[in-house]
């Protein structure tokens, strides 16, 4: 079973930046597409970002593109969420997300597994 620990949540303030990790551990040959999801309180969990096996392709919604980044290191088993100009709605719950296809969807039940999730709280 592919575990994945995301690490680097933390308090910024709004402007700042903050870089997650995701470590992923186990049989991680069956992890190709790996990314980012977030959900805030009261609100549905949401995409923030993907990025296939190969660095390749990747993608990053509307709402964090020009902010966001993601990329990853296949040696290390671990991608990266490099977050900056930071707002307070941003503040969430990060999950990191892998899945067993390389190909970046934005619906969660796509994805295989998931990280327990790191908390991001962006303060005005």
């Known amino acids: 079973q592919v575990q994945l620990v995301e690490s680097g949540g933390g308090l910024a303030q709004a402007g700042a930046s903050l870089r997650l990790s995701c470590a992923a551990s186990?049989?991680?040959?069956?992890?190709?597409?790996m990314g980012w999801f977030r959900q805030a309180p009261g609100n549905e969990r949401e995409v923030v970002a993907c990025i296939t096996k190969g660095g390749q392709s990747t993608y990053l919604p509307e709402s964090v593109k020009g902010r966001f980044s993601i990329s990853r290191d296949n040696d290390k088993n671990t991608a990266y969420l490099q977050m900056g100009s930071l707002k307070p709605e941003d503040t969430a719950v990060y999950y990191c997300?892998?899945?067993?296809?390389?190909?970046?969807?934005?619906?969660?039940?796509?994805?295989?597994?998931w990280g327990h999730g790191t908390q991001v709280t962006v303060s005005s």
């Open positions: 997300v892998a899945r067993s296809a390389n190909y970046c969807y934005v619906s969660e039940r796509f994805y295989d597994y």
């Open positions: 186990g049989p991680t040959n069956t992890t190709y597409a």
